[in-house]
């Protein structure tokens, strides 16, 4: 479930690594020794992406405290093959660790396990590789949670919670947005939304002009559509453009995924009511803070481990859940209320 009062940003966190000996007789296990870092890299879905740079800022946040060199690389378009190569080279120039967003969590697995194979850690964030091709994911949010928030908001724009809604993804091919929609279409099954007619999925490829163009022919084939649901930050901005630009402002509203920079005009101007996002530089940092850890030795990704990061999660231990799974923490909701005070801080 979303938090609708939102938490403050945490501040910049150190992760403290401990290494431990004894002296009695029968020594007890040490604590792995920390190793040098060396290389890491980022690859996210895309660069020059404003939700991607900002995760980035709070990896090189990390870096900055934790040690190592940082580097992100990646591909200009959302496509999980053009993640590929990149991949591979990280593994040729024998990086330590991996951090990567799936734009194609199969189309790349076989270069994260070959990367794997080689000693490199590897840490998903944000859109999660195959199963067995990383070593701890790094979830911005539980998906179920994610997917009741949706529906929640969808029904809360709707009128009555009544009306067709439809939704706007980013790849077709995108983990998490897959995930977080099929949560959604779940939540919606409940008695509560039982008004709201699906429309479907399209896709924009997170791509601005594209999903300008789907969002364009959502109204035009819909032309009693209510809301647009769009759970990615490229997505929702070019949706709430074109409710304004069709001067559907009142009678079609617009939710999902966004960052208060690029919704605080839709939310004010009332394309946009509501929307929601996860604190993004944390999700940075806490991704950074893993591959370290695993550099080091001092969590193997297995279920049941855990491990503290101060300043993220209210300095509250992080488990590793099945599969490798840690959870960031909950997103919040973004209205007219808060939006302001957010700005400035979230910086996108």
Known sequence: MFHRVPRAAAGVAVLVLLAGCSSSATPSPAAPTAVTLGSIVMIPKQVNNPYF?????????????????????????????EQIPFIQTATTQKAQAIIVSADDATAIAPALQAAMAAGIKVVGYDSSPAVGAYNVFVNQADTAGIGKGLA??????APSCTGEIAVLSAAQT????????????????????????WDGVVYGNDDPTVSTQQAQALLSAHPNLKVIVSPTTVGIVAAAQVVKDQNKTGSVFVTGLGTPKGMVDFVKGGQAPEFALWNVTDLGYLAYAVAVDLVNGTIKGTAGETFTVKGVNNDQPYTIGTDGVVVLGPPFVFNAKNIDQYVASFGF
């Open 53 to 81: 740079d900002v995760a980035f800022k709070g990896a090189q946040n990390a870096a900055t405290a934790l040690g190592g060199t940082l580097t992100q690389v990646g591909p200009s378009n959302a496509v999980g093959t």
């Open 174 to 197: 995108a983990t998490n947005q897959n995930a977080w929609i099929a949560a959604m279409q779940t939540t919606l099954k409940d008695a509560k939304y039982s008004k709201l007619v």
């Open 152 to 157: 929640d908001m969808a029904c809360d724009e």
